[in-house]
């Protein structure tokens, strides 16, 4: 019995552990998903991430348009905290989540600024809501067996996210840690299960997430409020290969294609830009409901100051219980 607890709850960490990253993603850059997010676990587990990150470059990491300043450093200071669930809808394994961020964002001019800029901003950022459901692959894991049992071989998701403009805005700012516009991703995340053994320890995975990215106006824009800012969809790929080190640690080798949406603010037009980033994960499972988490992220060829420029640094904790979870916990206890 021992030994089926601490193999269950290393599978069930290990998947854990990767849903704090969706929003590490999602905030410091906006469409690169996370390794082994989308592995699957027990229906009826809830889960709280919380995370920290700290941001730099010349574009807000809150804001999936990547607007560029070119001319200026930004940097801010995030946290996020949230709950999600997986359930079971018309028999495909599925997951509801929220995410809050709160945090700060500074910017200031670099040297040579024509125009000098010296802001910042505070408070809470836009709520984010995602739903995700399996269509291809393994059935629910309902029972502590199914969870043992389980391999991702090839499967496919539907990804469906919605960012409320619902954060602290101001438009006499530069920065803002909200938007004031809706933004939304629609993507079909593929897992390939690489080996035949999918066991703590000897877990490898090729990942790839292609998805496409819209957005809402924002009417109130600039520093009085008489524009609007319009863009065009996008899309994103983003690569992942894992592998574990040990039945309790596994990393993983992340990459992000990127192109953005043709943008408009009044008359003048600006052509989508394109960039990539690549990055590294580190997971690992702590105690028997709580896992942790840390992650880089940084973007390529960006020497230019038009380029886009950011790097992350990120911790998280996620903590997770569930009904099979805890009846697990009272087995283990009565056989001592």
Not at 116 to 121: K, L, M, Q, T, Y
Not at 237 to 250: F, G, M, P, R, Y
Not at 292 to 311: C, E, R, V, W
């Amino acid at each position: 019995m021992n030994q089926i607890k601490s193999r269950t709850f290393q599978l069930l960490g290990s998947c854990l552990a990767l849903t704090t990253f969706l929003f590490v993603s999602i905030a410091a850059n906006a469409i690169s998903l996370p390794p082994r997010f989308f592995h699957k676990t027990l229906v009826g587990t809830n889960f709280v991430p919380i995370l920290g990150m700290n941001v730099d470059g010349n574009v807000n990491p809150l804001d999936p348009s990547y607007t560029i300043s070119s001319d200026a450093d930004i940097e801010a200071n995030v946290v996020m905290a949230g709950y999600a669930r997986n359930f079971s809808l018309f028999g495909r394994s599925s997951q509801l989540a929220y995410m809050q961020p709160m945090g700060d964002i500074s910017i200031r001019s670099t040297s040579g600024a024509a125009f000098p800029i010296d802001s910042s901003a505070n408070g809470f950022g836009d709520p984010f809501f995602e739903f995700n459901i399996n269509l291809i692959g393994p059935a629910p894991q309902r029972t502590l067996p199914d969870a043992l049992r389980y391999n991702p071989g090839f499967s496919m998701d539907l990804l469906l996210d919605l960012s409320v403009p619902l954060g602290e805005y101001d438009k006499g700012e530069a920065v803002n840690m909200g938007m004031n516009r809706f933004w939304g991703r629609v993507g079909f995340p593929m897992i390939y299960q690489i080996g035949d053994v999918w066991a703590p320890g000897h877990r490898t995975s090729f990942e790839v997430i292609p998805a496409v990215i819209w957005y809402g106006d924002n009417d109130d824009y600039g520093p009085t409020g008489n524009f609007t800012q319009s863009t065009d969809p996008g899309y994103s790929v983003a690569a992942h290969l894992t592998h574990d080190l040990s039945d309790e640690i596994w990393v993983s080798l992340d990459y992000t294609y990127m192109q953005l949406g043709d943008s408009e603010v009044g008359p003048v037009e600006t052509d989508g830009k394109s960039f990539s980033s690549v990055g590294a994960t580190i997971g690992t499972q702590i105690t028997r409901n709580m896992v942790f988490s840390l992650g880089y992220q940084t973007t390529m060829d960006d020497n230019d100051p038009k380029d886009i420029q950011m790097s992350t640094f990120s911790a998280s904790i996620t903590f997770f219980w569930g009904s099979v979870l805890e009846g697990l916990h009272r087995i283990g206890s009565d056989g001592q």
